[in-house]
């Protein structure tokens, strides 16, 4: 069989399709590029001495790890001087990185969380990169935060690289979502699945339970529910599932279906959720709408919400449809 590689199927999405600008396909081929450089550094782990704090914290408040510092470093230099970006925003800089006057500006705009599930570096368990693609609004001023806060549903490319057992790019230009595997041997991402779908009912639910004592009753319920299996309300058993990577749960949904939720909760009621809804949220709701799951912060549709800062927070119920539609019933009701 022939491969496909992830630069055969971009440049035929162009060409062939017209789905892509060749400027967003160059983009696309230089965070896959990123992504290599990034899955290099993750397995060397202790052997790289890549493992541990980096002894800073991010403007959330988070201790960085080494390698979320190299993961940034990584993408940024990586795609700073191609020309095909105006500036990049990222979970662990406080503003944007505006692309430097010696370098030609593009129009796109790129977000990313360099590095996911960080708590899980030291632990060697799966985390990933996640990142979102939005247009730079047009006209002739120079480039602003402002021009970021678009909402989810404008976002022209997104995806995740995962790495795990095997090194996955997962990624959509709005034509359905295709997965590529890293094959080490050759050095390139290639083809391995396309149109993936979530099926709309799922067994199987991923929730941080440590933090039940303060969820709102919405989610209590939800659970409860799913707890009290064949003899409850729902008529069957739930399996349970938190990796705490996103990357790693969302991947799993995308591959034998399931329910993400990191949902608001008392521990810290001014703040909407744990996760970013510019740079995790919104790439990976997009990426479950196009394989025929649905998104939602309990109440709205994850892509229609307008952004009003670049580390804004969000509370995220996403994967199959029905179970999504379900939760978010029951809060709408509550
Ligand atoms: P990070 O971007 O700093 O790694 O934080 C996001 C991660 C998600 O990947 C994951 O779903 C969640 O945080 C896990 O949180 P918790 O440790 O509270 O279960
Ligand atoms: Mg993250």
């Known amino acids: 069989m022939n491969k496909i590689s992830l630069t055969r199927y971009l440049v035929e999405q162009q060409r062939d399709h017209g789905r892509i600008p060749a400027q967003l396909r160059l983009l696309l081929e230089v965070v896959a590029r990123a992504c290599k450089g990034i899955s290099q550094a993750v397995n060397k782990g202790a052997l790289g001495g890549v493992l541990g704090s980096a002894g800073s914290e991010n403007i959330q408040g988070e201790v960085q790890k080494k390698l979320d510092l190299i993961a940034n470093e990584v993408l940024i230099e990586a795609n700073e ?94 034509e359905g979502v295709s997965m590529f595997t890293l094959d080490r041997e050759q050095g390139s991402f290639v083809l391995t699945q396309e149109q993936v779908r979530i099926p709309a009912d799922t067994q199987e639910f991923a929730i941080n339970m440590s933090n039940m004592r303060h969820w709102d009753p919405a989610v209590r319920r939800y659970i409860d529910e799913c707890l009290q299996g064949k003899e409850g309300p729902r008529g069957k058993d739930f399996n349970m599932r938190w990796i705490a990577s996103m990357v790693a749960d969302v991947h799993r949904i995308l591959t034998r279906g399931g329910l993400f939720m990191y949902p608001w909760d008392r521990r810290e009621p001014e703040k909407a959720g744990k996760l970013r809804l510019m740079y995790e949220a919104n790439p990976m709701a997009w990426l479950v709408e196009q394989a025929a799951g649905a998104a939602t912060n309990a109440r709205e549709r994850i892509l229609d919400l307008q952004p009003r800062q670049l580390h804004e927070r969000v509370s995220v119920v996403l994967g199959s449809k029905n179970e999504v539609e379900r939760v978010t019933a029951y809060h709408r009701s509550s």
């Open 81 to 174: 001087w191609g020309g095909h970006l105006a500036a990049m925003a990222s979970e662990e800089m406080d503003g944007i990185y505006v692309v430097p006057n010696r370098y030609p500006q593009g129009e796109y705009l790129l977000l990313f969380d360099p590095l996911d599930g960080s708590s899980n570096i030291d632990v060697n368990v799966s985390i990933g990169t996640i990142f979102s693609v939005l247009k730079k609004p047009e006209g002739p001023s120079a480039v602003t935060e402002q021009d970021f806060l678009q909402a989810g549903r404008h976002q022209v490319a997104a995806g995740y690289c995962i790495y795990g057992p095997q090194t996955t790019l997962v990624l959509t230009v709005g």
